[in-house]
Nanobody, 120 residues
Framework: VQLQAFGGGLVQAGGSLRLSCTAS?????????VGWFRQAPGKERALVGT????????INTDSVKGRFTISRDNAKNTVYLQMNSLKPEDTAVYYC?????????????WGQGTQVTVSS
């Protein structure tokens, strides 16, 4: 499967962006869980949240709870990351991944990442 994340860009603090992660090559819904990650400059890549095939989502990063939501449209093989009330500290490259292994410590497939820059 090939994943592609897109929708990033430059936005002012307080603004919103919606990232999309699309899959091709195999049916996306065959991969029950999709994760969104981000990596800020000089920091390790961190799991933002996950969504199961059923649509049940979990946000793992405390600083984005209440501002970010994850959803999916299995018919379109697409997962979304809606980001509201963006802050400069949300600036990062955002990645999507699927096929989690070893209790989410490893992921089998990754998208190429999309840059999100939030200006103050």
């Amino acid at each position: 499967v090939q994943l592609q994340a897109f929708g990033g860009g430059l936005v002012q603090a307080g603004g919103s962006l919606r990232l999309s992660c699309t899959a091709s090559g195999r049916t996306f819904s065959m991969f029950y869980t999709v994760g969104w990650f981000r990596q800020a400059p000089g920091k390790e890549r961190a799991l933002v949240g996950t969504i199961k095939w059923s649509g049940v989502s979990t946000i793992n990063t405390d600083s984005v709870k209440g501002r970010f939501t994850i959803s999916r449209d299995n018919a379109k093989n697409t997962v979304y990351l809606q980001m509201n009330s963006l802050k400069p500290e949300d600036t990062a490259v955002y990645y999507c991944a699927t096929d989690p292994r070893k209790n989410y410590s490893e992921w089998g497939y990754w998208g190429q990442g999309t840059q999100v820059t939030v200006s103050s």
